[in-house]
């Protein structure tokens, strides 16, 4: 299994805007405290609409952004356009990485590492990762292990504005085994109490022990400096991990 294709759909690509628009402040300042003792460059990797990468932009710092969603990625287009900024953006595959520059800081934020599920392909993108650090620079991954005890089932709603909600419904199931978490997505798109469309997508992720997490790292050519309880993801705690280049 290659990293998965995330061809989000309109619904959702309108759905995470709507209830993930841009990274709350402490969150763009714990990445911020990271480009400052390390300035340079800036990659942000699954860069998704811009949710972090645009504030970091507005803090100051140069900040790419790559990710193998178009969809997703015309909407970060769409929004700096707005903004006025002009941000390098990406349309890769991080197991295909070939970027023209090298970065003092690296980050993949809210979990999103966890959608290559493959250990063999999560390993191709830390080596690529690897490959465009600058010899000092910090890659920062936030990961999470799924709340196993939680509801399988949820509902959640964005309201888009006074006539338009988007329903989303979510079921999970868990592969213990392969650590694996299967996330079946149905979106409703509901106009003046009337459903008008639908869309669904599966979502799957996978967790990391910690064992696993670092020998993962060391294979790459990383080392774990540090892992901080810090959780910026809305659907639970996480962490993230700290990593620099061995020596």
Same mark, same amino acid.
């Given at each position: 299994?290659?990293?998965? +294709?995330?061809?989000?759909?309109?619904?959702?690509?309108?759905?995470?805007?709507?209830?993930?628009?841009?990274?709350? &402040?402490?969150?763009?300042?714990?990445?911020?405290?990271?480009? /400052?003792? =390390? +300035?340079?460059?800036?990659?942000?990797?699954?860069?998704?609409?811009?949710?972090?990468?645009? +504030?970091?932009?507005?803090?100051?710092?140069?900040?790419? !952004? $790559?990710?193998?969603?178009?969809?997703?990625?015309?909407?970060?287009?769409?929004?700096?356009? %707005?903004?006025?900024?002009? +941000?390098?953006?990406?349309?890769?595959?991080?197991?295909?990485? =070939?970027?023209?520059?090298?970065?003092?800081?690296? *980050?993949?934020?809210?979990?999103?590492?966890?959608?290559?599920?493959? @250990?063999? #392909?999560?390993?191709?993108?830390? =080596?690529?990762?690897?490959?465009?650090? /600058?010899?000092?620079?910090?890659?920062?991954?936030?990961?999470?292990?799924?709340?196993?005890?939680?509801?399988?089932?949820? %509902?959640?709603?964005? @309201?888009?504005?006074?006539?338009?909600?988007?329903?989303?419904?979510? @079921?999970?199931?868990?592969?213990?085994?392969?650590?694996?978490?299967? !996330?079946?997505?149905?979106?409703?798109?509901?106009?003046?109490?009337?459903?008008?469309?639908? /869309?669904? &997508?599966?979502?799957?992720? *996978?967790?990391?022990?910690? &064992? %696993?997490?670092?020998?993962?790292?060391?294979?790459?050519?990383?080392?774990?400096?540090?892992?901080?309880?810090?959780?910026?993801?809305? #659907?639970?705690? #996480? @962490? $993230?991990?700290?990593?620099?280049? =061995?020596?």
């Amino acid at each position: 299994m290659s990293e998965k +294709p995330l061809s989000y759909g309109k619904l959702c690509s309108i759905f995470y805007d709507a209830t993930k628009a841009y990274a709350p &402040e402490a969150e763009v300042n714990f990445y911020a405290k990271f480009i /400052e003792s =390390k +300035p340079g460059r800036v990659l942000e990797a699954m860069s998704g609409s811009g949710r972090l990468q645009i +504030p970091l932009i507005k803090k100051g710092y140069v900040v790419d !952004g $790559v990710d193998n969603s178009e969809i997703m990625l015309a909407s970060c287009r769409a929004r700096c356009k %707005e903004l006025n900024l002009n +941000p390098e953006i990406y349309n890769q595959s991080l197991e295909d990485l =070939k970027l023209p520059h090298k970065y003092s800081t690296i *980050t993949i934020a809210v979990g999103s590492f966890q959608l290559i599920c493959d @250990r063999s #392909s999560a390993l191709k993108v830390l =080596k690529n990762l690897h490959a465009h650090m /600058e010899p000092n620079g910090n890659l920062l991954i936030d990961v999470f292990v799924p709340d196993f005890s939680a509801d399988p089932r949820s %509902e959640r709603f964005a @309201r888009i504005d006074n006539h338009t909600v988007i329903k989303l419904t979510t @079921r999970y199931v868990y592969d213990f085994e392969n650590k694996l978490a299967d !996330g079946f997505c149905n979106y409703e798109l509901i106009v003046d109490g009337q459903i008008i469309e639908r /869309e669904s &997508e599966l979502i799957t992720v *996978t967790w990391y022990p910690d &064992e %696993e997490l670092e020998e993962l790292f060391d294979q790459a050519g990383f080392k774990i400096i540090k892992i901080y309880d810090e959780t910026f993801r809305a #659907s639970g705690p #996480s @962490r $993230v991990v700290q990593a620099v280049l =061995k020596n």
